[in-house]
């Protein structure tokens, strides 16, 4: 089993800044690739940011969202700077996992509520 525990997710005013964490565990070789998505309400799913063989930024977060990784402690952060309305979403950690059986497969976290109030 691997699992993935996402924290940080808040209420912050515009302008603010929040971080958030996912850490991965369970049966895990190896870890391709960890990155965020977002969904807010009545919208798609999005992507906001990956880092495996490179680091890639949806258009709209450039500048002011910075994905990093502690492969040590198989965590993700998201440093989420110069918030704004528009980034209200509920934030989701996502990881391409290699599991120690040899399956590859890709896992979710449970969500983190990010609010940002004008």
């Known amino acids: 089993q691997v699992q993935l525990v996402e924290s940080g997710g808040g209420l912050v005013q515009v302008g603010g800044s929040l971080r958030l964490s996912c850490a991965a565990s369970?049966?895990?070789?190896?870890?391709?690739?960890m990155g965020w998505y977002r969904q807010a309400p009545g919208k798609q799913r999005e992507l906001v940011a990956v880092?495996?063989?490179?680091?890639n930024y949806a258009n709209s977060v450039k500048g002011r969202f910075t994905i990093s990784r502690d492969n040590a402690k198989n965590t993700v952060y998201l440093q989420m700077n110069s918030l704004k309305p528009e980034d209200t979403a509920v934030y989701y950690c996502n990881a391409d996992i290699t599991r120690v059986s040899g399956i590859r497969l890709t896992y979710w976290g449970q969500g983190t509520q990010v609010t940002v109030s004008s």
């Open positions: 880092s495996g063989g490179s680091t």
């Open positions: 369970g049966s895990i070789f190896s870890i391709n690739a």
